[in-house]
């Protein structure tokens, strides 16, 4: 199916697009837009494993505001430019390589959606845990957390439905705010989010409030609107309701499970390990969110239950019947692992087999030899 999407956004139609337009004539016509996408992801990831090994259990802000370097709020600020940079020109670059394809499409909002949940485990580093004064609980963490991914997911299922993608606003203005929150905290100090801003409020309640805002109050109703756009249109892609509300089925499986795991974890698990059980939830629904893509792009039906929730229902179940014992942490370890490798392996699996169908290389313009 061709690829179609909508950019409505003021701030990126007026602001970010003629700097992009700018920035991509300095980059080289033989860089295949793949290594670009890919570059930029390679450096939010970076960013995170340097951020955890600073802070691994996202207390450094709060308890002790030295523990992370300025050099590193300040390296975020410019991983997260090139990033949303690196992002944002990808597929001006391969109209202009002529070489957009399948591949790059899936590429694209593949990484994206793992990427989505490394920028928010990220920018929990700078607000820190609850430490009774300011800071933010873990469980407001992961409703934070589901709420962007929920986000990312509502868009995709749109297109699933409309065949166009319509740019969530929140996205360029998200990355706008990152930016100046990690330029913030390595000017100022993470001090700046630990005092009240406004009527008692911090900075880090302010951004909370603006995103459940965004999120249930523009994004989601705009994703309604759109498919029933779509439907008086007559240009629905898909007849019955079952079918057009079949990706949703995996993904609010996956967020109940989780929850029922977090509300009900003997040991308190996500508060013992937010780290990684954050990690676990933004890479399981990343592969979850991949099929949906997978399924948009070539017109297939998704599975109505993610192969995923079969081990993680049972971990759950063994975690809060108390069979696991003192072995939840251990157990979250061994979960996380996997899902991270299978994740991977999908990734890499997926490319190469689009890219010997496509017959073109994954990060290069060289055509491939025909056999």
């Not at 991983?79 to 944002?88: G, K, M, P, R, V």
Request: glycine content about 6%.
């Amino acid at each position: 199916s061709q690829y179609s999407a909508v950019d409505t956004n003021p701030l990126s139609v007026y602001i970010m697009q003629p700097i992009w337009n700018r920035i991509i004539k300095i980059v080289p016509l033989w860089i295949a837009p793949n290594l670009l996408t890919f570059s930029g992801f390679v450096m939010i990831l970076f960013n995170y494993f340097l951020i955890s090994f600073y802070d691994w259990d996202y207390t450094a802000s709060g308890t002790s505001p030295g523990l992370v370097p300025t050099w590193v709020w300040l390296f975020s600020a410019f991983t997260t430019f090139c990033a949303y940079a690196l992002d944002s020109i990808d597929g001006k670059h391969a109209r202009r390589t002529q070489s957009s394809t399948p591949l790059g499409e899936l590429f694209d909002h593949g990484l994206d959606s793992w990427a989505t949940s490394i920028f928010v485990l990220s920018f929990f580093s700078v607000c820190s845990r609850d430490n009774g004064k300011a800071g933010v609980s873990v469980y407001t963490m992961y409703i934070y957390l589901s709420i962007v991914l929920f986000n990312f997911m509502c868009s995709h299922w749109e297109k699933y439905n409309t065949g166009v993608l319509f740019l969530p606003w929140g996205y360029d203005i998200s990355q706008v705010v990152l930016i100046a929150a990690y330029l913030l905290t390595g000017t100022v100090g993470v001090e700046v989010w630990q005092k009240p801003l406004l009527f008692g409020y911090y900075i880090t309640d302010l951004l909370v409030i603006l995103l459940i805002g965004f999120s249930l109050f523009l994004s989601f109703p705009q994703t309604l609107y759109n498919i029933y756009r779509a439907y008086l249109k007559k240009t629905l892609k898909n007849d019955s309701l079952y079918e057009g509300l079949l990706p949703l089925v995996s993904p609010l499986l996956l967020f109940v499970l989780l929850t029922v795991w977090v509300v009900l974890s003997p040991s308190n698990i996500l508060a013992k390990q937010p780290r990684l059980f954050l990690w676990m939830v933004g890479v399981a629904f990343s592969n979850v969110i991949c099929k949906v893509i997978m399924c948009q792009m070539s017109s297939t039906r998704p599975e109505l239950f993610h192969w995923f929730l079969f081990p993680l229902a049972l971990a759950v179940y063994a975690a809060i019947s108390g069979l696991l014992g003192s072995m939840e942490e251990a157990a979250l370890g061994v979960l996380t692992a996997l899902v991270t490798a299978a994740h991977v392996h999908y990734g890499v699996c997926v490319g190469t087999q689009l890219s010997e169908h496509l017959n073109i290389y994954i990060f290069s313009l060289k055509k491939r030899v025909q056999e």
